[in-house]
Structures are given as structure tokens and as C-alpha cells.
């Protein structure tokens, strides 16, 4: 199983872009749907009371007009109307001012004559008797009073000031030398209704309907999120069932590797007998001899391949002791500073003071610093530098080994690859090397990463844990 699979988790099921997406689309939408049901509550609760308003305005004309027309009612009647109509429940009171907003009658006697609008805000002048209005007011008492008013009709209040002053009967209205009724002063009616209670319920439905609103937009994203964790799910199965095939096909060729390497070896340890052996003899040429140290280097070459090709057909075995990381650097250093003295290639170390002890497989170690300063100084040429850093890791209990160069660097669509067995970029490469790097690192349950850049350089950084 290859690791992008092995350290893939549920998250990566899910790019952050979808979440992300699935908020900018669906909030605004329940947004609008709670906002709009609120508006709709608040509505239709206001044409629910501007009825009960018009109702009640209209029980009171009719019996005023029915009482003056045919009774001679006065102030007293009028106020007992008034007492009686209040006696519904949540009507808090009804009153009749005049334009200047002084109570003339009142459901409760203490307040004739107060003032019922502020004289600076009166709006009566900007109604008439078909226009039918409201307000949210709040008495002295903290009680919440949704109030409805108009113009009363002007039937109900043919008196003048002697008249209501003497509580003389009715009479109609005087007419002009024209032959027309004189325009007479309004008067406006206010029907005030208690709406504690249905603030109250007002506050649990809005927050009813916002709670119903969060919940459908949480199971709105919950719904996306499982649609995509479902396909997700789906295209790493298919995923990981490819990556178990390739690894099947994988081990079946490292099955025959592995035989086809002992069958190698044994034939490959005489024919390098016998190149070693023509190599001490004296030849009558320099060109035989040549030939001779020709054949014994290319046997070795073969042979380690052979080697190579043994060691990742098998699973990487650890012989674990405590191990001087800087030791292995400088001592592996020396194998290759020939080869890289040949191409006038720099080679710098940087140690930290006490660098911490890890317990390792120095043998398998050695193996991953030798093969990365080889690659190195294969992707270093003339007047190049390479650089090892041997440190404490500054947030784990363990050490950081960076192995850097400034070569040739590799492409970017290269550096996902290059830890996955047989891919190679060089002609003369066999794609395992690095695969047995990485393997090594992660039997150590260490980490190994690499940046590259073409034309630059490359940096591979190598995590080990003390495990102590």
C-alpha cells in the first residue's frame, strides 16, 4: 500500500472549499426563509390587531351615532360606552382626542383632559377618516400597548365647546351663508390593546422559527457533507483497492528479484574472483590492464545492484543501539570525498553543541547518508556546494539531519515520485535507492522530507526520534 493512501484520513475526504462553498450557498438562503417568516408573523400580527382596532372603532361610532341620533346622548353616555367596550379582554382603553392630542373622553375618567399625544409629534392632521393607523407604545407601567387610531366620523362629534362644556344634547351641524355644513374640528379615536402576552409569544415563535432555521441549515451542510464524504469514500476504496493490487504485483516482482538476485550472486562471486584475479597479474599492455580493472569495477557495480535489489525485496530489519549521529556523518563523509574532490565540488558540516543521542540502527543509517551524498554529488557539478546540518529538533524529542546541495535540482512533477520504487530520473538509475532512504526512515519512525527547485538545488531533511 503506498503512503498517500496509508496516511490518508476522513478529512482529506473533504477539501475545504466544499465546506466552505456549502456555507456561502446555504446560509444566506435559510437566512432569507427565517428572516422572511419572521416579516410574515410580524404581519400578519399587526393585520390581526389593525382588525380588532377597526372593529372595536367601529362598535363605538355606531353606538355614539345611534345613541346621539336617537337618544340625545352626551359626555356621560358616550363614557359609558366607552367603560363598557373596555371591559373586553386585552383592550387596555379608548379614547377620543382632539386634534392637538387632548383626551376628551377616556375609558377611564383620570385621564380627560391629559394629553394623549405630544402637541410636537401629533400627526392627526395627516389622517382622515378612511385612513387607518397604528403604533407600539409603552405605558409609565412597562406595558406594551399596540395602539390603533383614526379620524372618528364626524356624526359622532357634531358639538361644539358649549355643548360638550353644558352637556347639551346633540344638534346637527350649523350651516354657511352657501348653504354648506362648516367644517368642523377632528377628532381622533385611539383603541389601545395590552400586547404583553403576545409579545411574549411574538419572542418564542421568532425564536422557534430561528432555531428551525439553524437546524435545516445544519442538516442542509450535514447532507452536502455526507454526499461528499460518501463519493469521497467511494474514490478512496477504488483507491486503495488499486494501490492493494499494485502492491501485490509489486511483492510478486520482489519475489522474483529476490531469485533471480541469489541466482546472480552465485555465478557473479566467480566471475569477480576471476576479474580480481586478472587484475593483480601483469599484462604485457596498459590497455589489458585497463580492461582488467574495467571488469573487476563493473562486477562490483552489478553486485551491489544485486545487493540493492535483496534488501527491498525484504522487510528492513532494525539492530537498534544508542548511535552518534555525527560520528556516521563525518565517517561516510571520507568514503566520498575523492569523488567529490574530482569534480571540484565543496563539502561544508555544521554541528549543534550538544546534539542528542539516538537510538538507531547505525548500519542502516550510514546506508541512507551514503546514498543521499552520493545522489548529491551526482546532481552537483564544478565549484557546487553540499552542506550537512546535524541539529536538535527544536519541538520533538530527536534530531534533524539536512543534507543539502546546490546541483541541478529536480522538476516539481518529479519530487512526489521520487521515494516510490523503480522511478528514476537518471539514465543510469534503478529507482530503488531512494525507495530503501525512505523505508529505512519510516521503520525508524522517523520522517524524511525533500524540496527541490530546477536549476537550484535540493534539501532532504531526515527526522529521527530519540526513542529513549
Not at 529538533?393 to 546541495?405: A, C, L, N, P, Q
Amino acid at each position: 500500500m503506498s503512503k498517500k493512501i496509508k496516511n490518508k484520513d476522513i478529512s482529506g475526504l473533504i477539501p475545504p472549499w466544499i465546506f466552505i462553498g456549502a456555507i456561502v450557498i446555504f446560509l444566506p438562503i435559510f437566512s432569507f426563509i427565517t428572516m422572511n417568516n419572521i416579516k410574515e408573523h410580524k404581519a400578519n400580527f399587526n393585520y390581526l390587531m389593525l382588525g380588532k382596532g377597526t372593529a372595536i372603532i367601529k362598535t363605538f361610532e355606531a353606538g355614539t351615532m345611534a345613541g346621539i341620533g336617537g337618544m340625545n346622548w352626551g359626555i356621560k353616555e358616550r363614557q359609558m360606552l366607552m367603560s363598557e367596550i373596555v371591559k373586553q379582554s386585552d383592550i387596555a382603553y379608548l379614547a377620543v382626542t382632539d386634534i392637538n392630542g387632548r383626551v376628551i373622553a377616556h375609558s377611564d375618567p383620570a385621564f380627560i383632559g391629559k394629553q394623549h399625544i405630544d402637541k410636537k409629534k401629533s400627526f392627526s392632521n395627516k389622517i382622515n377618516i378612511r385612513e387607518l393607523k397604528w403604533r407600539k407604545v409603552t405605558t409609565p407601567k412597562n406595558k406594551k400597548i399596540f395602539e390603533v387610531f383614526r379620524v372618528l366620523a364626524p356624526s359622532c362629534f357634531y358639538r361644539n365647546r358649549r355643548h360638550i362644556e353644558q352637556d347639551i344634547p346633540c344638534t346637527p351641524p350649523p350651516l354657511d351663508l352657501k348653504g354648506k355644513k362648516k367644517s368642523l374640528r377632528k377628532q381622533i379615536i385611539f383603541a389601545g390593546f395590552d400586547i404583553s402576552v403576545f409579545e411574549k409569544s411574538r419572542a418564542a415563535i421568532i425564536r422557534y422559527a430561528i432555531g428551525r432555521g439553524v437546524i435545516f441549515f445544519l442538516i442542509s451542510i450535514a447532507g452536502v457533507l455526507s454526499l461528499f464524504i460518501i463519493l469521497g469514500y467511494r474514490n478512496t476504496n477504488a483507491m486503495l483497492r488499486k494501490e492493494i493490487a499494485e502492491a501485490r504485483r509489486l511483492a510478486s516482482i520482489g519475489k522474483l528479484a529476490s531469485g533471480v538476485a541469489h541466482e546472480i550472486r552465485n555465478p557473479l562471486s566467480s566471475i569477480k574472483g576471476f576479474a580480481t584475479y586478472f587484475k593483480e597479474k601483469k599484462f604485457n599492455s596498459e590497455k589489458e590492464c585497463n580492461i582488467a580493472e574495467i571488469m573487476a569495477n563493473e562486477v562490483e557495480r552489478v553486485d551491489r545492484v544485486v545487493g540493492e535489489l535483496l534488501e527491498f525485496s525484504v522487510p528492513v530489519k532494525l539492530y537498534k543501539t544508542a548511535t552518534d549521529i555525527q560520528s556516521i556523518v563525518l565517517t561516510f563523509l571520507k568514503l566520498v570525498e575523492n569523488k567529490a574532490t574530482e569534480k571540484f565540488i565543496t563539502i561544508k558540516t555544521e554541528f549543534e553543541k550538544n546534539l542528542k543521542t539516538v537510538n538507531a540502527d547505525s548500519d542502516k543509517i550510514a546506508q541512507v547518508l551514503l546514498n543521499l551524498y552520493l545522489n548529491a554529488i551526482d546532481a552537483c557539478k564544478k565549484d557546487d556546494l553540499i552542506k550537512i546540518v546535524c541539529r536538535n529538533h527544536k519541538k520533538r524529542d530527536g534530531i534533524e539531519i539536512i543534507v543539502s546541495d546546490t546541483g541541478e535540482g529536480m522538476d516539481k512533477k518529479d519530487i512526489p515520485h521520487i521515494f516510490d520504487p523503480y522511478f528514476t530520473t537518471k539514465a543510469w538509475g534503478k529507482g530503488i535507492g531512494l525507495a530503501n532512504v525512505h523505508n529505512i526512515i519510516e521503520t525508524h519512525n522517523g520522517k524524511i522530507e525533500v524540496k527541490s527547485k530546477k536549476g537550484e538545488g535540493t534539501v532532504f531533511t531526515i527526522y529521527l526520534p530519540a526513542n529513549f
